[in-house]
């Protein structure tokens, strides 16, 4: 699959890439894009909710009223769950909400994802480029001119580049993202998905190296 190279002008340039068949014209397993989407997701919850159970509650243990011929239900103690300031039943606890998913698994979620982006042609491959300093005013132009202002973008950059990095930091719908740190999450979740071309090699590296050692 040829497809045009960018500049942050907009403008074609004389180029095109090749990408590979294997990572943007592959077979689309969406259950495994669901497994890796649920994984990232649960790894973002801190797990630390916690609310006061019944023995946890300062407060008298003495019975209230005797247990019957009152006419009205039984009380053990203050603490009591009905009580306003009693214990909260099966309130949450702290827990670990992470599980695992096989490295082959998340690795055909990552190329299911590109593939997806790839028959949506929701993929635009820029030329490397460089910000002289970090200013969201140079990556806020470079969107408009690809006219792609306003929707949900990520680029994903050969490395971690400070000055594009801290330019689209302060824009909602753009995100940043190097090679290492691409996820299935961050693809799907994306309206578009730029890719610096020098990016390239390095995610079929990545993802076709690994997914040959795991087999």
């Known amino acids: 699959m040829d497809i045009a190279v960018y500049n942050i002008k907009g403008n074609k340039t004389k180029r095109t890439v090749s990408l590979n068949d294997s990572i943007f014209?592959?077979?689309s397993n969406d259950h495994a894009i669901y497994l890796d989407v649920k994984?990232?997701?649960?790894?973002?919850?801190?797990?630390?909710s916690k609310s006061k159970q019944r023995n946890e509650i300062h407060g008298s243990t003495r019975k209230l009223h005797k247990q019957k011929g009152t006419g009205g239900a039984r009380k053990g103690s203050i603490k009591n769950p009905l009580f306003r300031g009693g214990g909260r039943i099966f309130g949450p606890q702290p827990r670990d909400y992470t599980f695992k998913v096989n490295k082959k698994t998340k690795i055909v979620a990552r190329i299911s994802a590109l593939t997806q982006k790839a028959k949506n042609n929701s993929i635009t491959i820029l030329e490397d480029f460089?910000?002289?300093?970090?200013k969201t005013?140079?990556?806020?132009?470079?969107?408009?001119?690809?006219?792609?202002?306003?929707?949900?973008?990520l680029l994903v950059i050969h490395d971690n580049d400070k000055n594009i990095v801290l330019s689209a930091r302060n824009l909602k719908s753009a995100k940043v993202s190097s090679v290492n740190s691409l996820n299935t999450y961050d693809i799907m979740n994306a309206n578009n998905l730029l890719?610096?071309?020098s990016s390239i090699k390095e995610i079929e590296n990545i993802l076709l190296n690994t997914n040959t050692t795991e087999s």
Request: charged residues 25%; proline residues 3%; aromatic residues 8%.
């Open 39 to 48: 994984q990232y997701l649960a790894h973002q919850r801190q797990g630390t």
């Open 195 to 197: 890719i610096s071309e």
């Open 130 to 134: 460089n910000f002289e300093s970090p």
């Open 137 to 153: 005013k140079n990556y806020s132009e470079m969107l408009s001119n690809l006219e792609l202002k306003g929707k949900k973008t």
């Open 25 to 27: 014209n592959a077979e």
